[in-house]
């Protein structure tokens, strides 16, 4: 597994390269639509662009912030928050056992069990790990890690699609090959055998044709 900071460090020079010297960052990147796709918050994403590092955060702490995150990004077609009921009846769980954990670590009270702020554990278990995966499903379809990823790996993550529609306009042809190079790895082994020695064929013929031109 690639270093969370390495990766997004290749990424933004990636971004960099893209855009060379007409473009800048703040021409392509919303710091705001980033966080609302990756659930960081915006000052930590702008950290996170100038290559900084973010705060340290108990991993409990950061996936009850990104469930509040979603329910306030994630609405129903009509504009309202998903309940807490909603929820938390898809995996099996209730209402209060839900808002309980978001209220409960988003309002701590002041007690000297308070979970210290530069505890990080590395993954969270048990009832949370479950919790995590049931919210995930609600909202992505499926476990996908979204709310406990390291802050590097989530805005590395929301940037992928702002990569692909450079690349897109940097190779006009990129939207037009795309259906035909998914095609072409869908082929059974003997077709793409066939098709390479098509493309073979057809290439030597090119060679030709510019050799008797030349």
């Known amino acids: 597994m690639r270093d969370p900071r390495q990766a997004l460090a290749e990424t933004l020079g990636l971004l960099d390269s893209l855009l060379g010297k007409r473009q800048r960052r703040d021409d392509v990147l919303d710091v705001g639509r980033l966080s609302v796709e990756c659930g960081v918050p915006p000052d930590v994403v702008r950290t996170l662009l100038k290559g900084g590092r973010p705060p340290l955060e108990d991993i409990t702490d950061r996936i009850v912030r990104r469930i509040a995150h979603l329910r306030e990004t994630r609405r129903r077609p009509d504009g309202s928050r998903h309940s807490y009921e909603e929820i938390a009846s898809s995996f099996g769980a209730t209402r209060a056992s839900l808002s309980n954990l978001v209220n409960g670590r988003m309002n701590p009270k002041k007690t000297g069990d308070a979970a210290d702020p530069g505890r990080r554990p590395a993954r969270p278990g048990g ?13 992505f379809g499926e476990p996908n890690g979204w709310l406990s990823a390291e802050p590097e790996s989530a805005l590395d993550e929301a940037l992928q699609p702002v990569l692909a529609r450079l690349r897109a306009a940097a190779d006009p042809e990129t939207d037009r090959r795309a259906p035909a190079l998914r095609a072409a790895a869908a082929l059974p082994e003997d077709e793409w055998r066939l098709l390479e020695r098509f493309i073979d064929t ?13």
């Open 127 to 139: 009832p949370l790990a479950s919790t995590q995966a049931g919210v995930e499903r609600f909202f």
């Open 202 to 214: 057809l290439v030597r013929k090119v060679r030709e044709e510019r050799g008797t031109r030349g």
